[in-house]
């Protein structure tokens, strides 16, 4: 019997495949910088031609992107063709927010539930760090910082659930919200009560202590009821703005109504 020879791949193939691979696990993340060519040549040990030749490869199906000044970025393409025309949507119907926030209750309770279920020591020991660094913030009253590890917080859950699809699209949308696209969220943080409710809420602090206790359940019901409360205090304020504006318009029909009235009486 005459066996067919095995193909042996070309290096570049190979080192396309690893760095699509740690991008795919989140090792590599969306707008981190990779290495000078012939420092990140040394650290896999290969050679730079070979190595060229595959960030060519992962440049052309759009995982990296070239930057003018020089460097190569990982781009978060995963989810880019979904999240680009959204951004476009929000900055035009501010009112979509609260449809972002009913997504998010459902993916967070997904991130917190496996994460909680098959998050690592590592995992756990990075989600308290995250949670820290946040009551940190709120401690220093830094709207913009909190509401950055705020974000950093739900993305380490995220990673811990060790699901690779949640994990790219979570880092999509939360690459909204760190965007101020979603909703204006040095608004959201400076609104009076906001800051606590965000925060200080049992049920964040229920997240938390139930994802480094394993207790996935808990941990899942506590990320839903705490993104409901989000989306319920969102829309209370708009419906509260709705109705300021309604009366001002109505206050200034009024006043412009007696203007006319005056101007229309005799000896005017």
């Known amino acids: 019997m005459q066996y067919p020879k095995i193909k042996q791949e070309r290096l570049a193939v190979v080192i396309a495949r690893q760095l699509e691979r740690m991008i795919l696990e989140g090792v590599l993340a969306p707008g981190d910088r990779l290495p000078p060519e012939r420092e990140l040549a040394e650290e896999l040990e290969v050679s730079r031609p070979s190595l060229r030749e595959a960030l060519q490869k992962l440049e052309a199906s759009g995982l990296l992107e070239t930057r003018h000044g020089g460097g190569t970025y990982i781009r978060n393409a995963i989810v880019s063709a979904i999240t680009e025309p959204l951004a476009e949507i929000f900055q035009r119907h501010p009112e979509a927010a609260l449809d972002f926030l009913e997504l998010r209750g459902t993916l967070d309770g997904m991130s917190a539930y496996y994460a909680a279920l098959r998050g690592t020591e590592a995992d756990r020991a990075m989600i308290t760090q995250r949670y820290q660094a946040m009551e940190a913030a709120h401690d220093i009253d830094d709207p913009s910082e909190e509401a950055e590890r705020d974000a950093d917080f739900h993305m380490a859950l995220a990673e811990a659930s060790h699901n690779i699809m949640l994990l790219h699209v979570m880092r999509g949308l939360l690459s909204m919200l760190r965007k101020d696209v979603v909703f204006n969220r040095m608004q959201l ?65 009024d006043r412009d109504a007696s203007k006319a009235e005056a101007t229309t009486k005799p000896g005017h």
């Open 189 to 253: 943080y400076t609104c009076p009560g906001a800051r606590d409710m965000l925060l200080r809420s049992p049920k964040h602090r229920a997240i938390y202590e139930a994802v480094v206790a394993g207790d996935p359940d808990t941990a899942r019901d506590a990320a839903q009821h705490h993104m409901t409360h989000v989306h319920q205090f969102l829309r209370d304020r708009q419906l509260s703005e709705w109705r300021v504006d309604m009366s001002r318009r109505r206050l200034e029909r």
